[in-house]
């Protein structure tokens, strides 16, 4: 699986949208981009995924550059319950052998999210 | 639909005794995955499970063993405690390979070795 660079933190107004970046240069065509986030001391929570078009889920927006060497999760209007780390990761659906059922977490970007 | 369930959600052992940690997936899900949670190593791939099969390993001592039951419910055991197993427990379930992969985790079992 590709590996992946997020920025360590970032914050956020309250309110406004919060662009979390994530580096993904090696990324091959067949691999998806998945986005996770964890709240603290609570499983990872999917968020959204893509391969190359832009996605929109109730929760976020995925933007996935031409090249796909890196993406955007988009939080349109965050809140203070979006505090969390968020997690970047590249897999391909099909995947298998040593990569059966595992994601391979980085350390995340934490967001903090500020009245 | 319930999501991933997993007992204990809290645990204390102590050095040298083993322990049992439970996970049910979300129904309908097949393959169960471990993940080992700590401060200094993040999240850690265990291993996973299929049709009652261990299909991967992640690089954990043989101390750590998992099962999956023809329910699809798994359980990873952990012989011979150290202080360093103390963490979170995940557990993370999904349909299966080729089907669409998103994991969906579970709230964890947090276990702390005296």
């Known amino acids: 699986d590709a590996k992946t660079t997020q920025p360590t933190s970032m914050d956020c107004a309250e309110g406004r949208a919060a662009n979390l970046p994530c580096n993904h240069s090696?990324?091959?065509?067949?691999?998806?981009v998945y986005w996770y986030r964890q709240i603290h001391s609570q499983g990872p929570q999917y968020i959204i995924h893509?391969?190359?078009n832009n996605e929109t889920n109730e929760m976020a927006s995925l933007i996935i550059t031409e090249d796909r060497k890196s993406s955007t999760l988009i939080l349109p209007h965050a809140t203070l319950r979006d505090t969390a780390v968020y997690y970047c990761?590249?897999?391909?659906?099909?995947?298998?052998?040593?990569?059966?059922?595992?994601?391979?977490f980085g350390q995340g970007t934490i967001l903090t999210v500020h009245p | 639909k319930a999501g991933v369930t997993q007992t204990p959600r809290y645990l204390i052992k102590t050095r040298g005794q083993q322990v049992t940690l439970s996970c049910s997936p979300i129904?309908?899900?097949?393959?169960v995955s471990w993940y080992q949670q700590t401060p200094g190593q993040g999240l850690q791939f265990l291993f996973e499970?299929?049709?009652?099969?261990?299909?991967n390993k992640g690089n954990f001592p043989g101390r750590f063993s998992g099962r999956q039951f023809s329910n699809s419910r798994s359980e990873m055991n952990v012989s011979t405690l150290e202080l360093g197993d103390s963490a979170l427990y995940l557990c993370?379930?999904?349909?299966?390979?080729?089907?669409?992969?998103?994991?969906?985790f579970g709230p964890g079992t947090r276990l702390l070795v005296l």
């Open positions: 499970y299929f049709s009652e099969t261990q299909r």
């Open positions: 993370a379930s999904s349909l299966e390979v080729g089907m669409g992969e998103t994991q969906y």
């Open positions: 893509g391969l190359k």
């Open positions: 090696t990324i091959s065509g067949n691999e998806y």
């Open positions: 990761i590249v897999r391909s659906p099909n995947a298998g052998g040593t990569s059966y059922g595992k994601l391979t």
């Open positions: 129904s309908g899900h097949r393959s």
